[in-house]
């Protein structure tokens, strides 16, 4: 299964993380600086895996990242997942956030923290991996945001107005 | 309340305003958070929920992104999640997903009701977070709870949702056993479904809970051979292929089946995930269909050759898998594995070392080892250190199996540890110190390679070789006999430089001089003509003083300090035979090379003794008392000696008196302590020594308090004791550090002349390696062409053979006897422990897999009552849920009850064909329990099928229609 997802910008600071298993917020801190530790002493053009994570992380824990622009992708998951097959689905949900914000950049991943949390949850669920489609991901994300959308103007109304002349 | 509220949720900050406000401040991060979450604070006890759920989305960024702690907003977050907006659900679930800790969160069972009713809720995506939060959060309790809504959820007619649902079952089933008996037969049901999205998730369940206990899904196989044969997806086939190499060391059977479509699929397929996989599946479980490995390594050379490192990674690790078993694949791409050791990529790196590693064999060890120790000289310390640590890893590996020529690699250690990066001490000096004890053939390289380590003041200054340098002083000190020059090793031993040493090592050094200096002196008694006088007093040792020598072989097992324990347990009479044979091998040498060594004056002896009181003087009061010993047992011993001093050597052959024979006497005895052969020692013998009868190892020492009441009455004149201590030292060190400067700039300036002269700059790396290699011929040559001395070695070697058959014989070239112990020195390793949650989730499916639900133990029934009965009330729920749908199920049902009936022909067919004892008893078991039994028709037939997959099951082969 997938152990973690996290989103790195060259300088180290996280853009998004979610573990798959409950970490208390600082080894989640620790965790992310160690994988920035690690990636960026890695030169480009090399292979996108590491294997030695040391003991933080289990024994067979694997990583994968992408380096896009400015960010880090990176992939943890143990060895019930086949390696290229992450590759993968890093292209799909970077993919998937292209479509979403057309040409995504640093920035949108920054503002646009809790869809991010959508786009992921449609593409991976409890660590095993359930859309690769980024079509599919993207319509059921704009399904959401449409709710979102519609049930938060129904609110502003509602506050807006007091509950006695609503009634 | 309402007034702050407002006015809070008018000039509120939303999510973007934080983020902005972060990314402007210039300074502390830390403050401003801290200001952030202050006014969260504020912001969240509102009554809004507009304001609420604002506040509580900047905290859960914060959190996430800061690691700012939130444990203290759990009861928020529960009481936005039932509020109507969909919005501000999501915030809320994200919230607790995020934050919850399962463990400690207590108010996470508030959560159920609303978690149910959003599992009940038309909106699938509102399904959706509530399945996502309850992945993260959920607690035995709360699985227990919502069990029966995910199980309605696996039959959802959204594919989403149902997807969702068998996604989260995973967790269930970790935190809730006994969902298992709930959920499982629709979890199969799924893998028949035509939408692959809901196929691919059940199949990533199965790999995740056949990846913990793969046995209890033998029964499966059909299903997922169907898949393997029949699907496309790639995502699914690799999963199944997963699942596949869990099942199959299982069930051998197998493999001649899979082979054929695995083949399949690698030929076919374009995508290089999937075939990464089939390579995989292929080198690891199915290595013995020669043409599939053949068809799997032609794919790795692919990979190989691709311009993608990722690729060519993955290739060379398939290529370590498939190393141990066919060594040939590697071979083929050779020169490809030696060139990555040079490659950017680190991690092609060092699987190219791995795979060099695998190559390795008694006939290119030599070979591949200089190749390596060229690349360890030429890449970044870290890698260097990679593959010292493997070479040595892999010439150790079953006590030096493929090593045959030893003096090749006592050389080769010693040419490792002067790498400049090399760090790894410990292990060179273990096996050092290992190969001393086990190797006679090898010592003389040994004490060779440890006197070159020694006489390097150079080496002193670096930290890393410090271990070494242990193992070489204790090397040389051990087996000092084989030096050619024992007072140079002395003056090594000595030399100023020591003093960067750590003490335990200094305390090894000293004992190490303590042993050459006994050697030496023994050595120049017996030179002196007086060989006749030495072996008469081995032979009184042989006649009377047996109780006199297993004393001195005693003080010589404290003096040891335990660095190398002596074989304590080996009767005297042993002892001294083969001290005695060590003795007349020694005499032997030295008579034989006596002729080269510069004979041995009373002024060199001076001299030597005082190198010796002048270095090891200001010892005499150091506080590490490891040192403090040995230093003055070494003292006791020089004084000792120029005491009789004067005519110690000349006066030796016309004046027999007694006090004279004394010393030497003692001499004698000391070396010959010294001498005893010390060998390997198992780690678990410790345990093998038997307890002395009544002794009792457990007995409370409290008595001890009452006895020592008495000396703590003691301590004042300890102090006083300590006091005189410090206060002699420090007059000793005044004294002393005059004499260390005379001494200094004497003997430093002779010693490096000394060093220089004969080593050449070690600096200069690549000579002197040669002049190492070059130096002294190996040690077989030695044996084959030299003198007395070596038919004694033979002999020992003889004995040694007729102690321990079990060594390899026939070999070409006589490769040194290697001791081993009887019972191998492999550490033991305990049994893993499987983990009693899997066993209760491989149980419980197994039960439903064999259908005996209503053997559950009466135990399980007990303790969790009140859950069953909760299961049969939700049972009927489901069962009144799923009305309509009644009629396709016992459709379903009584199909596969057709089908289990054929398979159970199947093997019925097969019970002639071997004897089955415990599947009848099985059977009669069904029977009996049927007849127990009060279900209705409907259970009834159920449990009939279920009767027949647990012949299939438990009978340890496959049912037959996959086979």
Request: hydrophobic share 40%.
């Amino acid at each position: 299964m997938i152990k973690a997802v996290m989103v790195i910008n060259t300088l180290g600071k996280p853009r998004l993380s979610k573990f798959y298993e409950f970490q208390p917020a600082e080894k989640q801190q620790e965790l992310i600086r160690h994988v920035y530790a690690v990636l960026s002493n890695r030169p480009d053009n090399v292979s996108n895996f590491v294997r030695s994570l040391g003991t933080i992380f289990g024994p067979d824990t694997r990583l994968v990242y992408k380096h896009y622009a400015t960010l880090y992708f990176v992939f943890l998951f143990d060895n019930s997942e086949n390696e290229l097959a992450m590759l993968d689905l890093i292209q799909v949900f970077v993919e998937t956030l292209d479509k979403c914000f057309r040409s995504v950049c640093e920035l949108d991943v920054v503002f646009n923290y809790s869809k991010m949390h959508t786009i992921l949850d449609e593409i991976v669920l409890g660590g095993q991996v359930l859309e690769t489609d980024s079509v599919e991901v993207m319509r059921a994300v704009e399904e959401i945001s449409k709710l979102e959308s519609s049930t938060s103007a129904g609110t502003l109304i509602k506050k807006s107005i007091p509950s006695w002349w609503a009634r | 309340m309402a007034g702050p509220s407002l006015l809070d949720s008018l000039f509120q900050r939303s999510l973007d305003d934080l983020i902005k406000g972060l990314r402007l401040y210039v300074g502390d991060e830390t403050s401003f958070i801290s200001k952030a979450v202050d006014e969260i604070r504020r912001e969240i006890k509102s009554t809004d929920q507009q304001t609420k759920a604002t506040a509580l989305q900047k905290l859960t960024y914060l959190h996430s992104i800061h690691g700012v702690d939130m444990s203290w907003a759990a009861f928020h977050a529960i009481e936005l999640s039932s509020s109507q907006s969909f919005n501000f659900k999501r915030i809320a679930y994200l919230a607790a997903s995020l934050s919850f800790d399962p463990s400690t969160t207590d108010v996470i069972l508030l959560l159920t009701h609303q978690l149910r009713k959003d599992l009940q809720s038309p909106n699938s995506h509102e399904v959706s977070l509530a399945l996502h939060a309850l992945y993260f959060i959920s607690t035995p309790d709360l699985a227990r709870d919502l069990t029966p809504e995910v199980f309605t959820l696996l039959n959802s007619n959204k594919g989403s949702t149902r997807k969702k649902a068998i996604a989260i079952i995973l967790r269930l089933f970790g935190l809730y056993p006994d969902a298992v008996r709930v959920c499982f037969k629709r979890l199969v049901e799924n893998l028949e479904n035509s939408d692959p999205a809901i196929v691919s998730a059940v199949v990533g369940v199965f790999c995740e809970l056949a990846c913990k206990e793969p046995k209890s899904y033998l029964p499966l196989a059909p299903e997922f051979y169907k898949i393997l044969a029949d699907s496309r997806n790639n995502w699914l086939l690799i999963k199944v292929l997963k699942i596949f190499v869990k099942l199959a060391p299982l069930e051998p059977r197998l493999g001649k089946r899979l082979v054929e479509p695995i083949c399949d699929h690698l030929k076919r397929t374009g995508a290089k995930s999937l075939a990464f996989e089939c390579v995989r599946t292929i080198v690891s479980s199915f290595s013995e269909y020669e043409s599939a490995v053949r068809l799997a390594v032609g794919k790795i050379k692919e990979f190989l050759n691709d311009d993608d490192p990722n690729l060519k990674y993955l290739g060379l690790q398939a290529l370590t898998v498939v190393a141990p078993k066919h060594l040939w694949a590697v071979m083929e791409n050779k020169d490809f594995v030696i060139r990555s050791l040079s490659d950017a990529d680190a991690n092609i790196k060092l699987e190219a070392l791995q795979l060099v590693l695998a190559m390795v064999s008694e006939d290119n060890v030599v070979d591949i080892c200089k190749v390596l120790i060229n690349y360890a000289l030429k890449s970044d310390p870290e890698f260097c250190n990679e593959i010292l640590g493997c070479i040595l890893l892999t010439c150790s590996r079953n006590v030096y199996e493929i090593i045959m020529d030893f003096d090749w690699y006592v050389s080769l250690l010693g040419e490792m540890s002067r790498i400049p990066h090399c760090q790894k001490g410990e292990e060179i000096e273990n096996q050092l110190v290992d190969i001393g004890m086990r190797v006679k053939d090898a010592r003389p390289e040994l004490v060779r390679v440890g006197r070159d380590l020694l006489i390097d003041p150079a080496l002193l200054g670096n930290p890393f070789v410090h271990r070494i340098l242990s193992a070489a002083a204790w090397v040389s000190g051990e087996y000092v006999r084989f030096s050619k020059n024992p007072s140079e090793i002395l003056e090594a031993l000595l030399q100023p430089r020591t003093s960067l040493l750590p003490s335990s090592i200094k305390a090894v050094y000293i004992q190490s001089a303590f042993k050459v200096l006994t050697f030496y002196l023994h050595y120049s008694i017996s030179t002196k003509g007086v060989i006749p006088s030495a072996s008469q007093g081995v032979a009184d040792l042989m006649h009377g003083s047996v109780e006199e020598n297993s004393q001195f072989v005693k003080t010589g097992h404290t003096d040891d300090g335990g660095l190398n324990p002596r074989m304590l347990h080996r009767p005297v009479r042993d002892v001294s035979v083969e001290s005695f044979e060590d003795m007349s091998v020694a005499h032997e040498w030295l008579s034989s090379t006596s002729s080269k060594v510069e004979p041995i004056t009373e002024e060199s002896i001076v001299n030597i003794l005082n190198l010796v009181e002048t270095t090891l003087g200001p010892l005499a009061g150091s506080h590490e008392v490891e040192i403090l010993e040995r230093s003055r047992n070494v003292l006791g011993l020089v004084e000792l000696i120029r005491e009789e001093l004067p005519g110690y050597l000349v006066k030796r052959e016309e004046d027999n008196d007694k006090g004279q024979r004394k010393t030497h006497e003692m001499i004698k005895l000391i070396a010959e302590a010294f001498s005893e052969e010390l060998g390997p020692v198992s780690a678990s013998s410790q345990e093998r020594v038997p307890m002395p009868e009544g002794m009792v190892l457990n007995q409370s020492l409290d008595d001890l308090d009452a006895i020592c009441g008495g000396l703590v009455l003691h301590i004042p004149t300890s102090f006083s004791l300590g006091r005189s201590i410090s206060s002699e030292k420090d007059d000793v060190t005044m004294s002393d550090r005059q004499n260390k400067e005379e001494f200094e700039s004497t003997e430093s300036t002779s010693l490096l002349a000394e060093h220089r002269k004969r080593h050449g700059l070690y600096y200069l790396q690549s000579q002197k390696k040669e002049i190492v290699y070059d130096d002294y011929p190996p040690a077989n040559d030695l044996k084959t062409g030299e003198n007395a001395d070596d038919e004694a070695d033979d002999l020992i070697k003889l004995t040694e053979q007729s102690l321990f058959p079990k060594k390899k014989a026939n070999q070409a070239k006589p490769r040194p006897v290697v001791v081993k112990l009887d019972e191998g020195d492999g550490s033991f390793i305990p049994a893993k422990k499987v983990e009693s949650k899997d066993d209760l989730i491989s149980g419980a499916v197994r039960d439903v897999l064999l259908g005996d639900e209503a053997t559950t133990s009466s135990s399980r029934m007990k303790s969790d009552k009140s859950s069953s009965k909760r299961r049969q009330k939700d049972k009927l729920n489901i069962d009144k849920s799923s009305g309509p749908k009644e009629d396709s199920k016992s459709m379903e049902n009584s199909e596969q009850e057709n089908a289990l009936r054929r398979s159970r022909r199947h093997s019925r067919g097969k019970e002639k064909k071997h004897i089955s004892t415990p599947k009848d008893r099985d059977e009669h078991e069904v029977g009996d329990k049927q007849k127990v039994s009060h279900h209705h028709g409907k259970h009834k037939s159920r449990q009939r099928a279920d009767g027949a997959l647990t012949l299939a099951a438990q009978s340890p082969v496959i049912p037959d229609f996959l086979l």
